[in-house]
């Protein structure tokens, strides 16, 4: 398990920024994909390299 205490400020998710806390997490731990059903997280789709699904998207192109 990782942990990050201290992240770059980011102002992307214009439709509710507390949501920018999601993508510095992930960007500070090199995340490759952000799981959420929040809509306006979900609505940046990609940052950074980062993919940003549902879980229904994200198990869909999961081969297990």
């Known amino acids: 398990m ?3 205490s201290k992240t ?3 102002e992307i998710v214009k439709a509710n920024p507390d ?3 999601f993508i510095e997490c ?3 731990l090199n995340a490759e994909y952000i ?3 929040d809509k306006a997280l ?3 789709k ?3 390299g980062i993919k940003i ?5 994200f198990l869909s192109r999961m081969t297990f």
């Not at 699904?53 to 998207?57: A, R, Y």
């Open 42 to 44: 979900k609505n940046i």
């Open 19 to 21: 949501d920018d806390k």
């Open 35 to 37: 799981i959420t059903g």
């Open 26 to 28: 992930a960007i500070a």
């Open 8 to 10: 770059k400020k980011l």
């Open 2 to 4: 990782l942990f990050t």
């Open 53 to 57: 699904l549902s879980p229904k998207e």
């Open 46 to 48: 990609n940052y950074a």
